[in-house]
Structure formats: structure tokens, C-alpha cells
């Protein structure tokens, strides 16, 4: 009878131990063949059309350089290290490497993810929550600077969490990993969000007569945590741009991944929340400092659409351990290495998907690139141009100065607020008055945005162009008597 479980069980780890390096794998040449959809964001344009800005001139930027709008005006690119990682990319091996990069950067997050999970829940378990990860942050997996920091989001919080769970000492060599963090995007504020929990919950699990104890232990780590956050060209400016963009107001409801989640229709999001509150509603208690991330993490979700990516990698992690004790779903005893023959084979399929990807013809969506109407109404020298939002990105890695874009932070909130009220013909009165505000020459515009219908009767100007992704109307000059 062993001789039939012995193997069983073995053939049982194997796959335990394999299965990180399989789920990212899969998870890759998953993301490669719907390639293009990680290109669905506007934004990718300005990254790439940024970060060969930065490689040109061999400095990152202080003042707005690509808006005529807002040109030189004080701004940072929070983001400046993907955006050059992403230019390089690009030069290197165009749309299809830039896709390549973001969905290798969602693979291992992914990755990592299942592993460690698997430190604490059986396979199927872990299976099922990084499956419903996954759900959770499709809609957002585009190719952009907070992709590439998924994987150090899941490896810092699980370097808290174990230091939680084992009761052990801060995990000091997870510090450059903020480093890195806070040069690849800005929300490196959250990872010192993190640590209060983390501390929190050192302290409630020991007597009062040790709290100094735990404080002294946690402070020196919390101080090189905080400095290592500021170690980028901008110094602290980057741990504020959160509260910058935040800042915007009622603009933000303009900005689709701003917006509160919408339950109007159930989506996988609604779903997925009312499941786990039923499964947890089964007799599951968690440590106080857990409910607190979660609550935290729920409430960032349902206030911006964008921050579900947030409850997606990091809430499993919190829920992992007290899911594990309560349930029973303790992690096999797996104490082999993870076997070659697997390792190999999520390896070619690594190498096999990218090399099909590097020979296919990906390029962003032809909804967000008014290339033909630019080339037809020559845009490149038509005086300002009052573009439609989703068209700054293509603008910026174009050439042509912009009158708004993806840079919220730059715009600012009234500035967000009157241009979209003025193009929707909320406020007719000034939309006009912008167009003198600004002597705009030229306008390019989405065709379903109101304003076009507008122009087409306004006297002075004239519809030169138009297709399934753009309208162009230009001001007619008048003639000498």
C-alpha cells in the first residue's frame, strides 16, 4: 500500500513545488496572446514619448515640456524609470517588446504571488485566489508603470507579513526594493503604509512591558524605509503625488480608472467582493490589524476603480495565514526543490511565447491614434490644437504640443473640470471662450464628443477631416477685401 502513496504524495509536491514558475508561464503567454490589449491606454504613448525624452537630453524634467497649455510649468515624471525602461524597450524591439516587458512584469507578480501563498494554503486554495487575482486586475493590465511594480508590491508586503506571522525582525533586506519602487511609480507610499500594521500587530502580540522593546526594533526600519522612499531625482516630491492627484476634486470623475466603482450592472469586481464576504462570514476571524488592511483595501477599491489592483495582490497575502489556520488548508510539506523537468518546460514556454510575440505586428489601439486624421489635416503645423483627452498621449509621442493629456497632476483640477465641461457643451457659453482663451487654430476631437457637432455649425470654422477615430475642424482665416 506506501508503494502506491508514496509516489502519489510525491508527484503531489512536485507540482506544489513547480507551480509558481507554471502559473507564470501560463500567465505570460497568456497576456502575449492578447498582446494588444495592454496597449488600450492612451498613456503607453506619452510613457515611451518620455522616457526618450529623458534618454535625449540625459536629465529628468522639472517643467512641463509637452503641452502648450501648461508649457513650463513645474512638474516632475514621478514615473521616470519605467518610462525610460519602457523607451529602451521600444527602441530596441518596438510595441511587441514593450508588450513583452509589461506582461513579464504581470507573470511574476503573479508568480510570486502563488508562491506565497503556497507557504501557507494547499495548491487548489492558492490556485482559486490567484485565479480571482487575476480577474480583478484584467482590466487594468495595460501596458504602464505601475504593471512593473506589481512583483515589489507582492514581495515587500509578503516580507511584512512574514515578519508578522514568525514574529521575527523587520525585513531590512527588502529596503532597496523601495528604492526601486519610488523610481518606477508613485504609489511607493503605500509600501510605507504596510509597515503600521506590521507594527501594530507586534505590538498586540506582546505585553506592554515589551512595547518599547518592539518600537525600537520597528523604528530604525520604518526611518530607512521612509529615507529609501525619497532616494530619486525629485528627493520627497514623488511620495506626494498621491495626495496631488486626490487633490483634483470633481475632476476625477471625468477620468474613467478615477471614478467610484460603478454596481449598476454585476461585474467580476461586485462578484468577487460579495463572495469573499460570504466565505469569510463562515466562521473565519482574523487578527485586528488584518481586518484593518482589508477595510483599508475595500475602501480604496470601491472609491477608485484603479485601486482594485491593490485588493487583488495584496489582500490574499493579509488573508493567507488566518485562512490557512481556520480552514485546515495548510501548505503540503514540501521540503524538495522544485523539479528540473518543469522548471524547463515553463522556461520554453517563456521563450517560445516571446519569440512569437517578437514577430508579430502589435501596435496600440487605433482608438486612441488619430494618425491618419493628423497626417490629412496637417496637424504637425496648424497652430494649438484643442485635442480630445484620449488623444494626448499619441500628441506628446508625436510631437505636437497638447492641450491636456494624461497628467493630472500637471492640469490640475479646475483646469480638468472647465475642459470637460466645455467639450461636452455643459457649459456652452465657454467653450467658446476657451477656444479664444487659447486662440486654438485647430481641434481633434473624438467623433462622438458634442462639441464636434458644435463646430460644425460655428461660423469661422470648418470640418477638414473625419473618420472613425477622428474629427478635425480648423479656423478659417478670413480673406483680405
Not at 268 to 293: C, D, K
Not at 416 to 435: G, P, Q, T
Not at 447 to 468: C, F, I
Request: net charge neutral.
Amino acid at each position: 500500500m506506501s508503494d502506491h502513496v508514496i509516489p502519489s504524495a510525491s508527484k503531489s509536491w512536485t507540482i506544489h513545488a513547480a507551480l509558481p514558475w507554471l502559473v507564470g508561464a501560463g500567465v505570460y503567454a497568456l497576456l502575449l496572446t492578447l498582446g494588444p490589449q495592454l496597449l488600450n491606454d492612451p498613456d503607453t504613448y506619452s510613457h515611451v514619448a518620455v522616457g526618450r525624452w529623458i534618454l535625449s537630453h540625459g536629465a529628468v524634467p522639472h517643467s512641463d515640456p509637452f503641452s502648450f497649455s501648461m508649457h513650463g510649468a513645474p512638474w516632475i515624471s514621478f514615473e521616470w524609470l519605467s518610462q525610460v525602461v519602457y523607451a529602451a524597450i521600444y527602441a530596441l524591439s518596438g510595441w511587441a517588446g514593450v508588450v513583452a516587458l509589461a506582461a513579464a512584469a504581470i507573470a511574476l507578480a503573479l508568480g510570486l504571488l502563488t508562491r506565497f501563498l503556497l507557504r501557507e494554503l494547499a495548491s487548489t486554495p492558492a490556485l482559486l485566489i490567484v485565479m480571482a487575482a487575476f480577474v480583478l486586475l484584467a482590466p487594468h493590465l495595460l501596458a504602464r508603470p505601475h504593471v512593473l511594480t506589481l512583483p515589489i508590491m507582492v514581495t515587500w508586503a509578503a516580507a511584512l507579513l512574514r515578519s508578522m506571522d514568525r514574529h521575527t525582525p523587520p525585513p531590512y533586506w527588502a529596503l532597496p526594493l523601495l528604492v526601486l519602487w519610488a523610481n518606477l511609480h508613485g504609489s511607493v507610499v503605500l509600501a510605507l503604509g504596510l509597515i503600521g500594521p506590521a507594527v501594530l500587530e507586534a505590538l498586540l502580540t506582546e505585553k506592554p512591558g515589551e512595547w518599547q522593546r518592539v518600537l525600537l526594533r520597528w523604528l530604525p526600519f520604518s526611518a530607512l524605509a521612509a529615507a529609501a522612499c525619497c532616494l530619486t531625482p525629485y528627493g520627497v516630491e514623488p511620495l506626494l503625488i498621491p495626495l496631488t492627484t486626490l487633490g483634483l476634486g470633481q475632476a476625477l470623475v471625468w477620468i474613467s480608472e478615477w471614478r467610484p466603482q460603478d454596481f449598476g450592472h454585476p461585474g467580476p469586481f461586485e462578484i468577487l467582493l460579495l463572495g469573499s464576504m460570504f466565505a469569510l462570514s463562515r466562521g473565519v476571524t482574523l487578527p485586528v490589524t488584518r481586518v484593518l488592511v482589508l477595510l483599508g483595501l475595500v475602501h480604496f477599491a470601491l472609491a477608485q476603480v484603479r485601486n482594485v489592483d491593490l485588493l487583488a495582490v495584496l489582500a490574499p497575502l493579509y488573508l493567507a495565514a488566518p485562512l490557512a489556520r481556520q480552514l485546515g488548508a495548510r501548505a503540503e510539506n514540501d521540503t524538495s526543490s522544485s523539479p528540473r523537468g518543469l522548471n524547463l518546460m515553463a522556461v520554453g514556454v517563456i521563450i517560445v511565447a516571446t519569440a512569437l510575440q517578437m514577430t508579430r505586428d502589435v501596435r496600440p489601439s487605433s482608438a486612441n491614434t488619430p494618425a491618419a486624421a493628423m497626417a490629412s489635416a496637417g496637424l504637425a503645423n496648424a497652430g494649438p490644437v484643442l485635442n480630445d483627452y484620449v488623444f494626448g498621449g499619441y500628441l506628446i509621442y508625436a510631437g505636437i504640443p497638447t492641450f491636456i493629456d494624461g497628467r493630472g497632476e500637471l492640469f490640475g483640477g479646475p483646469f480638468i473640470e472647465r475642459y470637460n465641461r466645455a467639450i461636452s457643451l455643459v457649459d456652452l457659453r465657454d467653450f467658446r471662450k476657451l477656444l479664444e482663451d487659447y486662440e486654438i487654430r485647430s481641434t481633434l476631437l473624438a467623433p462622438n464628443t458634442p462639441a464636434v457637432w458644435l463646430l460644425d455649425s460655428l461660423p469661422g470654422w470648418q470640418r477638414v477631416y473625419s473618420d472613425e477615430v477622428a474629427v478635425v475642424h480648423k479656423r478659417q482665416v478670413a480673406s483680405d477685401p
